[in-house]
Structure formats: structure tokens, C-alpha cells
């Protein structure tokens, strides 16, 4: 039951600052449009980094209410898709060379948490 009650908060917990991610990137585009350049448009353009610090904060809550195998079994599966982000960067670097469009870093995270729920999801089919 303890397991239960752990992932329902961290869902709460992770969605809720998702959510308000969501909402504050939107609302600094909107309004970062209207605004000259200088110190307060990109004040107003790092604002979603606090709901973002928010998620952090609810992932490390999340290891730390964890037992020690299912923490291990997550860091593992971090640490594969990492490797699995680092390879497809580093092919994509050279590809880049060969003429295809550079990516924004913004593409890294969006790779490493697709790979990390992709491997979480294989390696629970593969292991019953």
C-alpha cells in the first residue's frame, strides 16, 4: 500500500508542476511578445525555470520514498537513457555536419524522458 501512496503523490506532485509549467511557458511567450529586449523580457522568459524546479523537486522526493531495489531499477533505467540520448546526439552532431538542420537543445529532454519511459516500459514487459 505504502508503493500506492508514493506514486499517487508523485503523480500529484509531478502533474501539478507540469501544469503550472505549462501555464507560466505560455503566459512568459505571450506576454515576453509584447516586451522590448533587455533584463525584464528575459526575467519574464526564465519564469517557467521555477515550475520547472518544482518538477525536480517532486523526482527527488520521489527517489527518496522509494525502497532501494525500485530506486536501483529507476536509476538504471536513467542511466541507459542517457547512454541512449548521448548516442542519438552524438550521431545527430555528425548528421549535422552532413547537412541535416542543427536542433535546439531543448530537444535533449524531451529524447532522455521519451527513452527513459521506453526503457522503464520494455524492461517491466521483459522482466514477468
Given at each position: 500500500m505504502r508503493e500506492q501512496e508514493a506514486r499517487r503523490r508523485y503523480f500529484i506532485e509531478?502533474?501539478?508542476?507540469?501544469?503550472?509549467?505549462?501555464?507560466v511557458l505560455v503566459g512568459s511567450i505571450v506576454l515576453a511578445k509584447r516586451m522590448e529586449e533587455g533584463l525584464a523580457r528575459s526575467l519574464v522568459l526564465l519564469a517557467p525555470v521555477v515550475p520547472l524546479m518544482l518538477s525536480i523537486w517532486a523526482i527527488v522526493r520521489q527517489?527518496?520514498?522509494?525502497?532501494?531495489?525500485?530506486r536501483l531499477q529507476s536509476l538504471e533505467n536513467f542511466a541507459i537513457a542517457a547512454a541512449v540520448t548521448a548516442g542519438l546526439?552524438?550521431?545527430y552532431g555528425f548528421l549535422e555536419?552532413?547537412?541535416?538542420?542543427?536542433?535546439?537543445?531543448?530537444?535533449?529532454?524531451?529524447?532522455?524522458?521519451?527513452?527513459w519511459g521506453v526503457i522503464a516500459m520494455l524492461r517491466n514487459v521483459f522482466a514477468k
Open positions: 509531478l502533474s501539478s508542476a507540469m501544469v503550472l509549467y505549462v501555464v527517489f527518496a520514498r522509494m525502497d532501494e531495489f525500485v546526439s552524438f550521431t555536419s552532413a547537412g541535416l538542420p542543427r536542433l535546439s537543445m531543448f530537444w535533449v529532454w524531451g529524447v532522455m524522458g521519451i527513452s
